[in-house]
């Protein structure tokens, strides 16, 4: 992420990360602090906060590790990136064209699915017309994608979704069946389509694009934040399967818990100031990187930005004051125009 996007969290966050908090200033600090005292440092502010920031930097590398497996994989480079066939949902636009466009720079090749027509200029992305909420119409593509790349898809990108961004007396049942079928179901379509080739071959990348609201519950949103919330819980089960069941740790799960993102989705939520500095806007370039970036690696993981979703998971252990607290500052309630019609509040006494 760019260290300066609008000021935010992000930026001070950004620029304490590539300045003084950086690992390895860290180091040379407490060093310096060593050969100063001639031993182990005195413990002033500063050194427990070199102590400190440290160890989080420790936890989250062995975190990363113990999910992973102790010994890193070779990340993807220029010779390997052309032996993928990554399936990227929602292909036509937003962080999905995006990540499409990145994946077939390195060298990948890209089955882009989108349910509108669209066409892409590059070599390696060959888009497909589908509706991912259609078990059959997924099942009748991956046939044609094994034709047309001659082999199994090896890496998954679900990122297509919907929001309804409507009241609960405002959804109908149609609508919310369809909420369902898209951001939820479809996941599942493909972890049971695309997951038994990668099973076989005993490695490969399922990632699903979740949310904040994959934690978070918001006005305007419960059908959407179901379906987010679902997601999670549908990921981490499956990421004990392939380790515990399968015997394929080498099959990684990831999840993206992003934050409010510059595309059509949500153009007209706004969070109001003080929520922008919390959780800035980001820009769909920069979402599509960090999942790039798990691909490359080869590492299951959770993505989370922008910084403040390091906090989200979290957020249910609060107690309501706080909860509240946090709710507030973050904006998002309200942040869509429509409001309870005076019918739905009237009394029938
Ligand atoms: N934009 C944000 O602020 C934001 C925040 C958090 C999470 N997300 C998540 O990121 C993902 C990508 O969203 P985006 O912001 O790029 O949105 P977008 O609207 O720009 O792109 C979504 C794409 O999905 C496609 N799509 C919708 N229904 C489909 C279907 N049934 N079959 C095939 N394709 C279908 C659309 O045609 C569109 O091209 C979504 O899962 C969304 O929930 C977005």
């Not at 600090?29 to 989080?56: C, H, M, N, Q």
């Not at 962080?95 to 070599?123: C, Q, R, T, W, Y």
């Not at 006005?219 to 399967?241: F, I, R």
Request: proline share 5%.
């Amino acid at each position: 992420m760019p260290l300066i996007q609008g000021f935010s969290i992000d930026t001070i966050v950004n620029l304490a990360k590539a300045t003084v908090l950086n690992p390895l200033a860290l180091i040379v600090f407490l060093g310096y602090k060593a050969r100063e005292a001639d031993g182990w440092p005195e413990r002033t502010g500063l050194v427990t906060t070199a102590y400190a920031f440290l160890s989080i930097y420790a936890t989250t590398w062995l975190s990363n590790r113990w999910r992973n497996g102790l010994i890193p994989q070779r990340r993807l480079n220029s010779k390997t990136w052309p032996n993928e066939i990554v399936l990227v949902t929602g292909g036509a636009q937003g962080i999905a064209k995006s990540l499409s466009e990145k994946l077939a720079a390195k060298g990948a090749n890209v089955a882009a699915l989108d349910i509108v027509d669209f066409k892409s200029s590059h070599p390696n992305i060959k888009a497909y017309k589908c509706d991912i909420s259609n078990y059959d119409d997924l099942k009748r593509i991956r046939s044609q994608i094994e034709k047309d790349f001659g082999g199994h898809v090896t890496m998954v990108a679900n990122v297509a979704g919907l929001n309804n961004k409507s009241l609960i007396l405002d959804l109908t049942p149609e609508r919310v069946s369809r909420m369902i079928d898209v951001n939820l179901k479809s996941h599942f379509w493909t972890a049971m389509l695309f997951l038994p080739a990668m099973v076989k071959a005993k490695r490969g990348h399922f990632m699903s694009v979740a949310s904040t609201m994959g934690f978070v519950g918001i006005c305007h949103q419960s059908d959407y934040v179901a379906t987010k919330h679902a997601l999670v819980g549908m990921h981490e089960s499956l990421h004990y399967e392939m380790q515990k069941m399968y015997k394929t740790p080498k099959v990684r799960m990831s999840t993206a818990i992003i934050g409010h993102t510059k595309t059509g989705l949500f153009e007209d939520f706004d969070v109001g100031p003080l929520g922008r500095f919390l959780g800035p806007k980001l820009e769909p370039s920069d979402v599509a990187d960090q999942m790039l970036d798990a691909f490359e690696s080869q590492d299951g993981k959770m993505i989370l930005t922008p910084f403040m979703n390091n906090l989200t998971p979290s957020i249910k252990a609060h107690p309501w004051f706080t909860r509240d607290l946090i709710q507030a500052a973050a904006g998002g309630d309200g942040s869509y125009p429509s409001r309870p019609s005076a019918s739905q509040l009237a009394s029938s006494a």
